[in-house]
């Protein structure tokens, strides 16, 4: 039986604001005077961004979760003041037009999937398609090129970042307690998402008519956030560096920056992975910051808003 869903105040206020006209694409949010429930987009190419709001969250999962790990120590958090958070991962549509303008190095990550992991030419290499899905085979630090180049496309300095893990966990959760945001089990009419059993592999069912690929970015219904595809589809990169026990996480919702930064703390489940992995407050084990060519593996960004309230 599925446990009913539970939202936050904070999801309450949010759900109200998005009941309003939302002025969309407009200096006003993208600059700082945001409310939460507004989204903006500051270029073309640029991520479409919603405002969240200011709010408390208790990231990791409780004792009694199931199939929870040990990596997922339960710590709450405050965020003092809003912030943004694109819709969607990053596209290939987005991811070129960084590439155009050479921020962007398109060409080692086309080789990297082709090459796989080892270096060597990867047989099983298959292009899912690009345009609308998410950019995948990124690193760490690519991600963070991508980053630059959206504050040099709209003239800020350090204003787009990726998200913090409690950023991304809080805008995944949209107010919810529970194992998903759907409630105790997730099914494949909410997002892309691999087989329950047998190991890792693709399943279509429900909506999800996508097997061992990606989907094209927003093909689920949005969270209560209004946030899509942040319980399936790829690995997002945060901007965490990794502890297991999360002993330095700060409690502000910024990024640790304490633990092995060598390793960066990725969230999500995939279009392969098990339905226990897709859980709000499922952890991985890090990846290498500089490691390209995973083809499942892509990120969204985030947004300061110094005016924000």
């Known amino acids: ?119 060597e030419p990867n047989p099983d290499y298959r292009d899912y398609g690009r345009g609308t899905r998410p950019v995948v085979g990124v690193s760490w630090y690519d991600a963070q090129g991508f980053v630059g180049w959206l504050n040099w496309k709209t003239g800020q300095d350090d204003a787009y970042r990726l998200p913090s893990e409690a950023e991304w966990e809080y805008a995944s959760r949209g107010g919810t307690t529970t194992a998903f945001p759907s409630g105790s089990e997730l099914d494949h009419d909410y997002g892309n998402f691999g087989q329950a059993t047998g190991g890792l592999g693709g399943k279509a069912e429900g909506r999800d008519t996508w097997v061992d690929e990606t989907a094209p970015v927003a093909s689920f219904p949005a969270n209560a956030f209004g946030l899509y595809d942040m319980n399936g589809n790829v690995f997002e990169w945060t901007e965490d560096c990794y502890e297991a026990d999360r002993a330095h996480t700060p409690t502000d919702g910024s990024a640790d920056k304490e633990g092995n ?16 992995m897709q859980r709000s407050a499922r952890r991985g084990a890090p990846y290498p910051a500089t490691q390209r060519g995973r083809n499942y593996l892509g990120f969204r960004v985030a947004k300061t808003l110094p005016g924000a309230p």
């Open 1 to 119: 039986m599925t446990t009913p869903l539970r939202l936050s105040m904070a999801a309450l206020v949010f759900a109200l604001a998005v009941s309003a006209p939302v002025q969309s694409q407009t200096r006003t949010a993208a600059r700082g005077a945001a409310k939460p429930g507004q989204t903006f987009s500051e270029c073309r190419n640029c991520p479409e961004m919603t405002v969240l709001p200011a709010g408390k969250v208790t990231i990791g999962s409780p004792p009694d979760e199931p199939l929870r790990r040990d990596n997922e120590p339960q710590k709450e958090i405050t965020f003092a003041r809003a912030f943004a958070i694109s819709r969607t991962a990053v596209t290939w549509d987005q991811w070129e037009a960084c590439v155009r303008d050479r921020w962007c190095d398109g060409v080692a990550i086309d080789t990297a999937l082709r090459t796989g992991q080892n270096g």
């Open 261 to 276: 930064c060598a390793n960066r703390v990725f969230r999500n489940g995939t279009f392969m992975s098990n339905p226990y």
